[in-house]
């Protein structure tokens, strides 16, 4: 009877559709690594600021094959239909830091390591800022490591060039898809200059040989 009664309200339950995408999010799994505000797991990126990081059309082009972009991603095919993708590519493009009620950062011991991280700075410089994620028409077509790019830097050179941003160096002819948003206007001052004080750190990281 209870088998019974639970097919009949799963059976019940409205399935999350296009028309819901914040909903649709949650059933298809994404949530389980990917966190939205305070919700998600932590084996994908932070989602919370992707719509300042990424284009809509770039979103989609993701959501429709992961594994062209990037082969060895852990993020499996969806098999997404077409409004299934296109709802989720706009939810996906509206975050801009709008779902934390309060950010995560605040009170860290470290803040700038938590920024590089949830504002998704790894997501494009992977951890540590070791780099390899694919930027088609990019120079080789990665993006570099950072350590001998921020040996380059003072810290006030650096924190310029985060808050107004960079195009990637491209191939000849080419056009990099992936470039580095301005954050000015998402990051306030203090939250700049504790990144900064985390990215310069790298350069010590990256200079240690490995045995």
């Known amino acids: 009877m209870r088998w019974g009664l639970a097919v009949f309200f799963l059976a019940a339950a409205p399935r999350a559709t296009a028309a819901d995408p914040a909903a649709l999010f949650d059933a298809r799994g994404c949530r389980s690594c990917h966190k939205v505000g305070a919700r998600?797991?932590?084996?994908?990126?932070?989602?919370t600021l992707v719509g300042h990081r990424r284009t809509a059309g770039w979103i989609e082009a993701w959501l429709a094959s992961p594994r062209a972009f990037k082969h060895d991603t852990r993020m499996p095919e969806q098999g997404l239909s077409a409004a299934d993708?296109?709802?989720?590519?706009?939810?996906?493009?509206?975050q801009r830091g709008q779902a934390w009620a309060r950010r995560p950062w605040e009170g860290a011991a470290n803040p700038g390591?938590?920024?590089y991280v949830r504002a998704g700075c790894a997501a494009c410089h992977g951890a540590a800022g070791?780099?390899?994620?694919?930027n088609p028409g990019g120079r080789g077509g990665l993006i570099p490591r950072l350590g001998p790019l921020l040996a380059t830097y003072r810290k006030d050179e650096l924190i310029s060039k985060l808050k107004r941003g960079a195009k990637a160096d491209a191939d000849p002819g080419r056009t990099a898809e992936v470039d580095m948003p301005a954050w000015s206007g998402i990051l306030?001052?203090?939250?700049?200059?504790?990144?900064?004080?985390?990215?310069?750190?790298l350069t010590e990281t990256d200079n240690k040989e490995d045995f």
């Open 188 to 201: 306030g001052d203090a939250e700049l200059d504790a990144l900064a004080d985390y990215l310069l750190t």
């Open 85 to 94: 993708r296109a709802a989720l590519t706009g939810y996906l493009a509206a």
């Open 130 to 134: 070791a780099g390899g994620h694919p």
């Open 40 to 47: 998600g797991g932590n084996s994908g990126p932070d989602l």
């Open 113 to 115: 390591e938590m920024i």
